[in-house]
């Protein structure tokens, strides 16, 4: 039998997911932590997402990237957090285009919701084969991928493109 494709995996766990309870939550936001792993096909949907913003959306993103993602903890210990993360809302800048372990959190059985406000997760046999599959491909840090493909983020933030619309989701919390 010919195995699932990962796209075909991501629609039949999408379908099991119920990310309207998401939608505006940020209560899971503190798991932003930097480093998120991210595909190439992932990276490249981030950079186009970047790219075609327009110009007020850009502008946040760059107040965005510019922030200090260091934050305490209390008894001296600190985290650094993702770049996307914005430290004053706590939402993610690219959220329409979030990494999968990004959109994971809270909807498989192994990263339940931490409020358990998700009543119901991806069947777990399913989302092992999604990640089973997901594993083939190669995954670096966003500051890995800026690296092998020169494409530093900076440079997707200075042109303004002409008016135009850009991908939405429901929901503004990390949504993982
Ligand atoms: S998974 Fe995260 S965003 Fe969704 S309801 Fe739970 S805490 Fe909120
Ligand atoms: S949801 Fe956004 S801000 Fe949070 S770790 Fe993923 S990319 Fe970063």
């Known amino acids: 039998m010919e195995p699932d494709t990962l796209k075909q995996l ?3 766990c999408a379908a099991h997911m119920q990310l309207e309870i998401c939608n505006g939550c940020t209560a899971c936001s503190l798991r932003c932590t930097a480093d998120v792993p991210a595909s190439r096909h992932e990276w490249q949907a981030i950079c186009n997402h970047i790219a075609q913003a327009p110009e007020h ?9 510019a922030q200090n993602k260091t934050i305490s903890l209390g008894d001296d210990i600190t985290v650094q957090m993702c770049r996307f993360w914005d430290t004053r809302t706590h939402h993610c800048a690219i959220y329409p285009v979030r990494p999968l372990a990004c959109r994971l959190l809270g909807h498989v059985e192994w990263m339940p919701c931490p409020i358990q ?5 991806i069947p777990t046999p399913l989302a092992l084969r999604l990640i089973n599959a997901y594993a083939r491909h190669e995954r670096k840090t966003f500051a890995a991928w ?3 493909t020169g494409t530093p983020l900076h440079t997707l933030l200075q042109c303004t493109p002409g008016p135009h619309t850009t991908r939405q989701e429901s929901g503004n919390g990390p949504g993982k």
Request: aromatic letters at 0%; a positive charge; hydrophobic letters at 20%.
């Open 57 to 65: 959306q850009k502008q946040t993103i760059r107040e965005i990237l």
């Open 117 to 121: 406000k998700v009543p119901r997760t």
């Open 146 to 148: 800026e690296q092998e």
């Open 10 to 12: 991501q629609q039949q």
